[in-house]
C-alpha cells in the first residue's frame, strides 16, 4: 500500500502524536509499504529548544518526508507550528497517487489531507489525539462563540472522514455529544517496547543515570509538556508532604515547556527545590533509561487522550499513579497502579508514600503494567492498522 500521513504536529516538537505516527510508519515500512509524511516546516530555533540536530530525520526506506510552510502558533512547548492550507501538497499527492490518506489532527495540514482525498477520491482516515476542550485553551480569541465555533468545525472535519480512530473512549464521548457519526473505534497510538522496556536495559545503568542526574534511590518521574493543563503543580506539592517521610523523595521532571518557570517558582516556594529535579527534553533512550532508574510515574494531567509518556513508563515496568480525568481512568486500572481525584495533592503524596515504603505491592504493580502495555506494541497496532486500511481501499 501507498500511505500518505498528514499532520499538524511532527518532529522535532515535542510530542507524543509525532512519537507514535513515526514509529508506526516505520514498522508499515518495515513490512513493504511506502510512506509519505506531509508535515509542517520547523525552524532552527523549534530543534534548539528541544536539543535536537538541525537536520531532517532519517527514517530508512520506504518514507519521505514533505515539508509545508509554516508559521510559529502559541502553545505550551514554544515549538508548535500552523500551516496555511493553500494546498500546495495537492501536487505531490497526485504525484505520489497514495491508496489511503491519513490525517492525525485538523487544522492546515489536516485541510490538506482532506481536499486532497476529496479531489483525488481517496479513502480519508482522520485521527483526533486531541481532548478538544482543552486545546482551546491556547486559542488566541477566548470569546465564547469563537470556541464553540471551533468546537462545530473540529466535528464538521471529522464527519468528513471514511473511518475515525481515538486514543481513548474519553474522545468519541466528547464529541459524539457535539454531533459525530461516523464509523469509529477507539486504538491506542502504539509504544515502542523496543526502546521502553527492560530488555534494553545494561548492567550498572540505573546506578550511572543516578549519578548523572543526581537521583536517590526513591525518585517518582514525570515525562512530557510543561503546560498549566499538565498539572504538575499538584505533584510538586504533594513533594513537600512526602519529604516530611521520606526525606530522599526526588521528583524528576523531563520536559520541556511555558509552565518551567512557574514551576521552578513554586519549589523554592515549599523549600522542596534539592527534591525537584528538572531534566528538560531527553532523547527516547536516555529518557528510557531514567525510567529504569526511578520508581513511580505520577501523571496529574486533565487533558489526556492517552498519554504516550505513560505508557512508556509502563513498559519500563514503572508502576503509574494518575487521576481520574479523560482517558487515564482508560489505562490505569487496580494492576498496574492508583487512580485519584483531580488536584488532590494529599492523596497523591499518601499514594507515593504507600507505594515506596511497601516492595511487595510495588513489585507487583510494576509487573501489571509491563502485562498490561503489550498489547499496545508497534508491531500490534500496525497490524490494526493495515486491515482498517485494506477495508478502506476494497469499498
Known sequence: MKIAFF??????????????IIALAKELAKRGHEINFYVPKYQPKDYNVANLPKQELDLGNNIKIHR????PYPTATGQSRLVSPIFLSLFGIKKFSPDIIHSQLFFGVGLEALFSAKLNKIPLVGTNHTAITEFLHYSPIKAKWVQNLMLKYVVWYYNQCDYVSAPSQSVFTEMSELGFYRPHKAISNPIDLEIFSEKSKIEGEAEEIKKKFQLSDNTIIYAGRLAAEKNIDVII?????????IPTINFAIAGHGSALTFLKNLAKELFIEDRIKFLGTLDKETLAKVYRASKIFVITSTSE?????LMQAMGCRLPVIGVKARALPEYINHKNGFLIEINDHVALANKIIFLLKDDNMRKKLSTGSLDFVQQYSVKNIA????????NLIKT
Not at 509545508?68 to 508559521?71: G, H, I, T, V
Not at 487522550?305 to 509518556?309: L, P
Open 383 to 390: 497490524n490494526q492498522w493495515e486491515k482498517i486500511y485494506q
Open 305 to 309: 487522550t492517552q498519554s504516550m509518556t
Open 237 to 245: 506539592r504533594a513533594i513537600a508532604i512526602v519529604k516530611e517521610k
Open 68 to 71: 509545508l510552510f509554516s508559521f
Open 7 to 20: 499532520s499538524d504536529n511532527f518532529y522535532p516538537e515535542l510530542s507524543g502524536i509525532s512519537d507514535s
